[in-house]
């Protein structure tokens, strides 16, 4: 099992560029995460989907969308970057059952210039 | 709403001496609490967890954790350090809506030779 993968490793964007960052999870995993980590706040909630069809907000959605396209594969787009999007990005994913456990992927190194 | 607290940015400590990595919780019902650690350049990895029980939770690698209902802490803990321990520690609480969590600001552990 690959357990969670994102890409792309790293990318730089210009301010006002668009792109996608991609999650897919091949654990059957009912619930999937995007967070971003900035130094000295921890990790914060950007969205999350509880299951497919669904997606929710987090602490810090404004100036993201998400897709769950399907049960394995969870998306999250910047329409327009600002230089404040620059982050680290991990996506996790949850299984339904009691263990309240989340796998982590690699992340995703993004700068807007 | 829930949150965490990791009052301590760094926290050195020689190989073979205990370590503890200090995480503080304000809740509102039972609280639902976590450990995770991230290597250099990888995403986050899930150490051990908190949901009823015995106060004293062991995880992995040699970690355990203490619970505290008086002093709302749930601090990590390790009899002898490695060097290979050298990480960052993030503490997390489950959100009473059960899909979403919170996380610490996280503590750089450096274990020294």
């Known amino acids: 099992n690959a357990g969670v993968t994102q890409t792309p490793k790293f990318q730089v964007l210009k301010t006002g560029q668009s792109m996608t960052l991609q999650c897919a999870q091949d654990m059957n995993h009912n619930s999937m995460y995007w967070y971003r980590q900035d130094p000295g706040m921890g990790l914060r909630l950007i969205y999350y989907?509880?299951?497919?069809?669904?997606?929710d907000k987090g602490e810090v959605p404004n100036g993201y969308n998400v897709s769950r396209l399907n049960k394995r594969e969870f998306s999250l787009r910047l329409e327009s970057a600002a230089p404040s999007q620059t982050s680290v990005y991990f996506c996790?994913?949850?299984?339904?059952?009691?263990?309240?456990?989340?796998?982590f992927g690699p992340g995703t190194r993004l700068t807007v210039t | 709403a829930q949150s965490v607290a990791q009052p301590e940015d760094q926290v050195n400590v020689a190989e073979g001496n205990p370590l503890t990595v200090k995480c503080t919780y304000s809740?509102?019902?039972?609280?639902?609490l976590f450990w995770y650690v991230q290597y250099p350049n990888r995403g986050l990895q899930f150490l051990l967890k908190y949901i009823t029980g015995d106060n004293l939770v062991k995880g992995s690698y040699g970690f355990e954790a203490e619970f505290n209902k008086s002093q709302t802490s749930f601090h990590l803990k390790k009899p002898s350090a490695l060097v290979s321990d050298s990480a960052l520690y993030f503490c997390?609480?489950?959100?009473?809506?059960?899909?979403?969590?919170?996380f610490g600001s996280g503590t750089k552990l450096n274990v020294k030779p």
């Open positions: 989907s509880a299951s497919e069809g669904t997606t």
């Open positions: 809740v509102s019902g039972n609280p639902y």
């Open positions: 997390a609480v489950r959100d009473r809506n059960f899909n979403k969590f919170y």
């Open positions: 996790a994913s949850r299984d339904r059952d009691g263990s309240y456990e989340q796998y």
